[in-house]
């Protein structure tokens, strides 16, 4: 039975984003505008369409499902996605934005002076990006099915898939800058409103997670935890299930596992940080804006306006363990994932129909989540095609319309791809591989850009050996945990025997990063006769005020000989 | 490819500006990091302090979940008001 309230919020949400796309792909015309939308969105609004990238299915859904499935130990996941943001602004933001390059390959060949870097990067954004829009098809696929009951998994994959295609390959960057930012606002009150109706009608916040706290209410005023429910000591208190399975597993006694849950944690944090600093989507929006200045304003607007949303998810996580235990019976996106789309119902019992009204704006919100991330990855990666591989490598010859028409076929090329893999996904967990993206982010492309922003000693060999290094052995080591949990490898029993090493290989971030690090500044050193000759001027560029104008643009309106 | 008048004479000015900015980025990562780090410890050696009730938080929770975010904008802000006036000087 498709609820028709759901249907239509739904329904107008995808409509809005097609038609907004279109409005504004009016107003895309060069090159420039495709690729960083004519490096002139104001702040505002390109505060909102970071966010509005950002805040993917894994936040809108993933996050209120994790914190009522594991309790405290799900919080690092909103606060690091919002803190790593801090982590940008500190470090990266400013100095890329005044470095000029568009992509991170056009970072990785300017800094280095090596065409060979570029293409090593060119592969690791294509790598990272389709590694991200994995999640994003399976959310849209299994929100599509809770939405239509009768219509399969890989419906929606293709429904949301081909109108964000549509969208990139039409408008570009600024054609999806616009989208992008209304698509936040409609998160923003998605979430928000919501929590507050429920709030209103069943109990505050801190009620809910006091409810059960003996001092605070005598017991004939207490609610009795439904039986579903996961209890107080294990689910409101730190080291929880989540931070302790691999200790638990190998049998360890409670007073034992502590250690290990403090490792993991610490683990975590590492990956959530330093992975959101390095997540290529997101970095490439710094170029829209028009000066370094204002990538930094933007950076500080973007984490005002992620942090102010990531209050809710974890509101939704405790409400749902009071008022919707039913969730706990089922796993994943049938179960307590689904939290952020189903307990606005609730309301139906006394308020018909606004439970309804309620959760559909919420599934409106889950559409615009998988739609903007996706179309920010969409864009990076056709970049990485179009801007890289074609303008660069296959073509540097190419006209202004040929470089038009590459951004359009890649984007076609990449979306395809992305709804190919998509479609293979269904049986995987949102949140898990949203966490080996991070964890691969974390460990190559943030050492790379903090060292190489920073450290003027860094040589081409030093920054392709750290960033592979570390990169790759992150990926080796979430894909091992993830073929064990899917009992692809026989590793159960060694995992019992070894809690340590099953913490270090699930969540690498805390030998990973230094690793790529530690192998930046050895390679570096050795190579050192190979730091680019002309290191001052580049750091000039990097760290001296715009106002001087030593900056290089990579991406030009007019490919003639540049001004002296 | 990048030449300005102020190239030969700015090498000086740009080694101070870039460590005064490196500093300054240190400084607020060391005060963020140090709340993000020690909060875990702090659940680690003081379980019972930090699962004393707040209105019904745990303050832990509190913490993390409420007073966190606060404190990330508070950081930010100061970051980029004195970030702004360093170049403003040079």
């Known amino acids: 039975m498709i609820d028709l309230w759901i249907f239509g919020f739904s329904a107008l949400t995808v409509a809005a984003t097609l038609g907004l796309g279109f409005w504004s792909a009016g107003k895309s015309k060069t090159t420039a505008d495709f690729f960083v939308a004519g490096r002139s969105v104001s702040v505002g609004w390109n505060a909102s369409a970071i966010s509005g990238e950002y805040l993917s299915a894994a936040s809108f859904m993933g996050v209120a499902g994790m914190v009522m499935k594991f309790g405290y130990d799900a919080l690092w996941y909103p606060v690091c996605y919002a803190c790593g943001y801090l982590f940008l602004l500190l470090f990266i933001s400013g100095p890329l934005r005044r470095f000029g390059a568009y992509t991170i390959p056009d970072f990785a060949e300017g800094r280095y002076d090596s065409p060979l870097f570029r293409k090593i990067a060119v592969v690791f954004v294509l790598f990272i990006g389709f590694f991200y829009t994995m999640p994003q098809m399976k959310g849209a696929g299994t929100a599509f099915s809770y939405i239509f009951p009768g219509l399969p998994y890989w419906a929606g994959v293709l429904l949301i898939g081909g109108v964000v295609t549509l969208n990139v390959a039409v408008g570009g960057m600024k054609g999806i800058t616009l989208v992008q930012a209304f698509q936040y606002w409609l998160k923003m009150l998605a979430i928000s409103v919501p929590v507050f109706v429920l709030m209103a009608v069943h109990g505050s916040y801190g009620a809910h997670l006091g409810s059960n706290d003996a001092a605070a209410y005598p017991p004939e005023m207490r609610r009795a935890l439904p039986e579903k429910a996961p209890a107080d000591a294990k689910w409101i208190a730190p080291f929880g299930p989540l931070t302790t399975r691999a200790a638990a597993a190998a049998g360890l006694s409670e007073e034992q596992q502590r250690p290990y849950s403090l490792l993991y944690t610490y683990s975590l944090i590492i990956a959530l940080v330093c992975g959101t600093a390095g997540l290529p989507h997101i970095l490439v929006r710094f170029y829209t804006n028009p000066d370094g200045t204002a990538a930094k304003k933007t950076t500080m607007w973007v984490m005002i306006l992620i942090g102010v949303f990531y209050l809710f998810p974890p509101i939704f996580g405790v409400l749902g363990r009071d008022l919707f235990p039913e969730l706990y019976a089922a796993a994943g996106a049938k179960g307590t994932d689904k939290v952020v789309l189903e307990l606005p119902r609730l309301l139906n019992i006394r308020h018909q129909p606004y439970g309804s009204i309620l959760s559909g704006l919420a599934c409106a919100g889950a559409f615009a989540a998988f739609m903007s991330t996706f179309s920010g990855l969409l864009v990076s990666m056709t970049g990485a095609l179009a801007h890289d591989v074609y303008g660069r490598m296959l073509k540097p010859s190419a006209t202004e319309a040929e470089r038009l028409r590459a951004f359009k076929v890649s984007a076609v090329l990449v979306g395809a791809v992305a709804i190919a893999l998509g479609m293979r996904v269904e049986e995987l967990d949102i949140n898990f591989m949203v966490g080996q993206a991070f964890a691969i982010a974390a460990a190559s492309y943030f050492p790379l850009l903090f060292m190489s922003i920073w450290w003027r000693g860094m040589t081409m060999k030093g920054a392709a050996a750290g960033m592979l290094g570390g990169g790759l052995s992150a990926l080796a080591s979430v894909t091992l945990t993830s073929f064990s949990d899917l009992k692809l490898l026989p590793l159960g029993p060694f995992w019992a025997g070894h809690p340590l090493l099953r913490i270090l290989c699930e969540q690498p971030a805390i030998w990973t990063v230094p690793l790529a690090i530690v192998t930046m500044v050895i390679v570096s050193k050795a190579t050192r006769s190979e730091i680019p000759a002309d290191i001052r001027d580049k750091m000039l560029v990097f760290h001296a005020p715009e106002r001087l104008g030593l900056k290089k643009e990579y991406v030009r309106e007019h490919q003639g000989p540049k001004p002296a | ?90």
């Open chain 2, 1 to 90: 490819m990048l030449e300005s008048p102020g190239m030969k004479t700015g090498k000086l000015d740009l080694e101070k500006l870039m460590r005064r900015q490196l500093e300054l980025s240190i400084s607020c990562a060391a005060a963020f990091l140090s709340v993000l780090l020690l909060l875990p410890l702090a659940n680690y050696i003081f379980p019972e302090a930090m699962a004393r009730r707040v209105g019904g938080f745990t303050l832990t929770w509190l913490i993390l979940g409420l007073l966190f975010f606060p404190l990330v904008w508070a950081i930010a802000w100061l970051f980029i008001r004195k970030s702004i006036e360093l170049e403003a000087e040079d």
